[in-house]
């Protein structure tokens, strides 16, 4: 059967038939006819198979994701940013947190490369994690699509609520005699005009989820005030009602950039620093040509206020910090002791891969997962050299994927 010359043709064991039993070659419509690719239907079924990762000595495979990336919601610490080899980029993360604890906003993490990969988002996720432990108010946002300020915006609103801000925000002017009577009397919270103070109870006076949608009316419903006006009203109220440390994280804050015209930046970012700055500290991921895009092509605000706002260079992974990664994420998941830091692999594949990859980070781990699960197709056998020399290795490990943002 050609299944079983595909098997022979690329180096992999007998085990499991029935796994490589449904790898036929079939006709695929998508093809025009022609038969698909037997090789690929191959990995389509490994990337599906049930793998017994104890016969690796592991408790699960470390790296889950094909595009392995940061998302702080995520229950999953593989995935959430709360493991990280901090070595390579120990002495970052400490001027990270001095300019946060000296209130500098906004704060841009860059990278020099523009593709993505670089660890920009598992820096900041770092110091997330660290507010968050000292009772911050971290609120993180994914910068997605091409999306005005506007939608950003709402984002973080979603987020708010479902951290339960907005409830703490009524609470809290529930005891002061309801929510009008508690915004007219909260400490230090200025009178806003009256149209928008009176959206603002009337939001706040509506179940909780339907706040973000308020605000997202806002415009239409005061005919005068912006999503940004409301959004920086919350914030005081918050600020001054539930904590004075608010945190706002927006992942991948190019894509902003990227495709939103050089003048439209300028009011939305003067509108928003101007109106946030004094009530929450930003920080942001950003790739070099769009830091350069607002430092140049934005107007005389943007470079103003960009003359104060740190810009931390992330450093570029070296193999041998990309080893570091890998040995560190074996020995977070081992079942138990192995004398080995480096099984199933050999110290000199995991110095292949890690050089084959540097300097972006996630390709390292792309190929670090595809080749633990080649391995582990092909009868948990060692991923030596050798045995990222086999055709199957060079046409699935090392195949060049595309980079996901993150």
Not at 363 to 371: G, I, K, N, W, Y
């Amino acid at each position: 059967m050609q299944w079983l010359q595909v098997r022979r043709q690329h180096g992999l064991s007998s085990r499991k038939t029935e796994l490589w039993g449904i790898v036929k070659v079939s006709q695929d419509a998508s093809l025009g006819g022609r038969a698909a690719c037997p090789v690929r239907r191959c990995f389509e079924v490994i990337a599906m198979a049930d793998f017994d990762w104890a016969r690796y000595n592991l408790k699960e495979n470390p790296i889950p994701g094909r595009h392995p990336k940061v998302d702080v919601k995520d229950s999953d610490d593989r995935k959430n940013g709360r493991l990280l080899y901090d070595p390579p980029v120990k002495h970052t993360l400490e001027d990270l947190k001095l300019f946060v604890e000296q209130d500098q906003s906004p704060i841009f993490l860059n990278s020099s490369f523009v593709l993505p990969g670089t660890g920009k988002s598992a820096l900041m996720a770092a110091e997330y994690w660290r507010l968050v432990a000292s009772n911050a108010s971290c609120f993180w946002v994914e910068v997605t699509g091409a999306p005005p300020m506007k939608r950003i915006l709402l984002k973080v609103a979603y987020e708010m609520v479902a951290a339960k801000a907005i409830e703490k925000i009524k609470k809290k002017l529930e005891v002061r005699g309801g929510i009008r009577e508690g915004i007219y009397t909260a400490p230090s919270v200025r009178w806003y005009e009256k149209p928008l103070t009176n959206w603002m109870i009337n939001a706040l006076s509506s179940p909780d989820d339907e706040f973000p949608l308020a605000l997202a009316d806002v415009t239409r419903k005061t005919r005068a005030f912006s999503v940004t006006d409301a959004f920086t009203f919350l914030l005081e109220l918050y600020r001054n009602l539930i904590s004075d440390r608010v945190f706002i994280f927006l992942d991948q804050l190019e894509i902003y950039v990227h495709y939103t015209s050089a003048r439209q930046i300028a009011l939305e970012m003067t509108e928003l620093q101007r109106g946030v700055s004094d009530k929450a500290q930003m920080l942001a991921t950003m790739h070099t040509d769009a830091l350069t895009k607002l430092q140049l092509e934005c107007g005389p605000d943007i470079q103003t206020f960009l003359e104060h706002a740190p810009v931390i260079q992330i450093p570029q992974y070296k193999a041998q910090d990309m080893v570091g990664v890998g040995t560190f994420l074996l020995e977070r998941f081992r079942k138990k002791p192995e004398r080995n830091q480096y099984a199933p692999f050999t110290s000199e594949s995991l110095e292949f891969l890690a050089k084959k990859s540097a300097p972006n980070i996630r390709r390292f781990l792309v190929r670090m997962r595809s080749a633990l699960m080649l391995g582990a197709s092909s009868g948990y056998t060692p991923i030596d050299r050798k045995f990222l020399n086999t055709p199957a290795a060079q046409s699935h490990v090392f195949i060049e994927l595309p980079i996901a943002e993150g």
